[in-house]
């Protein structure tokens, strides 16, 4: 395939950034979006100009650090990370504009790249249990019903992204956070600190500049690990009852 590649440069924070043209061709539908990106890298190293920086790390879809904006949708036209998006997905001839997550809680460090640490301050802020645990206890020590359990799991996939908060209007990271606040609160061991993490929580994601929920619902669409919206409505279900407990 040969393509057109319409992509965000900017040199650092605080620089004025802009859309530049580029053309890779020779491109295989078996590569990955992330090794398509790695051509035009190499070309651009031969004809001596700044290669485009873009994060990623495992490119297996589990540490969620590819995060680009394809065609206006956060990982692009399928339901899964950058990294294991094949350009089978797209056809020869197409042009393909990649930007950065865009949202005040994200800033652009450089390129393609924005700074998400604002989500490890939110988990810092409480999304963790604090007991001592010790060794591994006996799987079955902790009875935990079947439904938390598999519920707990499926949630625990989330890998942090932020695709749902680049495809929020609001830029709200509400769906992030219901799936750490819905995992532990499913656990025997997260109901100590229930109340209280929810409340420090919800206070650092507004903090760092995210919006709020208003029901939107493209970010569970926008999802990879298909992280579903009625973590949203535990989240809100755990604020009530935090200030219910008076916190
Ligand atoms: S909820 Fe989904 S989109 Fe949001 S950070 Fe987690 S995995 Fe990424
Ligand atoms: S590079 Fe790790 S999830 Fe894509």
């Known amino acids: 395939m040969n393509l057109t590649l319409k992509i965000w440069r900017q040199a650092g924070a605080t620089a004025k950034g802009a859309m530049h043209t580029y053309e890779v061709d020779e491109i295989s539908e078996d590569m990955s979006f992330l090794e398509m990106l790695d051509v ?3 070309q651009l190293n031969e004809q001596g100009e700044e290669p485009v ?3 990623h790390d495992c490119r297996e879809g589990i540490c969620g650090s590819c995060d680009l904006m394809i065609n206006g949708r956060p990982h692009g036209p399928e339901v899964t ?3 294991q998006l094949h350009m089978r997905s797209f056809k020869d001839g197409d042009t393909i504009h990649v930007e950065p997550w865009r949202a005040e809680g ?4 450089k390129d393609l790249i924005v700074d998400r640490s604002a989500f490890d301050r939110i988990i810092q802020a409480g999304g963790y249990i604090s007991v ?3 060794a591994a206890p006996d799987a079955h020590a902790t ?3 079947r439904e938390d359990a598999m519920k707990a799991f499926n949630v625990a996939t989330c890998i942090g992204c932020g695709a749902c908060v680049a495809a929020c209007p609001n830029g709200s990271a509400s769906l992030f956070m219901g ?3 819905t995992h532990l609160g499913r656990l025997p061991q997260g109901q100590p600190e229930r109340d209280s993490r929810v409340v420090s929580m919800v206070a650092q994601h507004d903090a760092e500049g995210f919006g709020g929920c208003t029901n939107i619902g493209e970010c569970t669409s926008a999802c990879p690990k298909e992280i579903p919206l009625d973590v949203i409505s535990q989240l809100n279900k ?4 935090a200030i219910r407990h008076g916190h």
Do not use: Q, S, W, Y
């Open 81 to 83: 990370t950058t990294c």
């Open 238 to 241: 755990d604020l009530r009852t």
């Open 132 to 134: 001592n645990t010790g």
């Open 53 to 55: 920086a873009f994060d």
């Open 106 to 109: 994200f800033p652009v460090v």
């Open 143 to 145: 009875p935990v019903p």
């Open 179 to 181: 799936a750490k606040i």
């Open 40 to 42: 035009l890298n190499e």
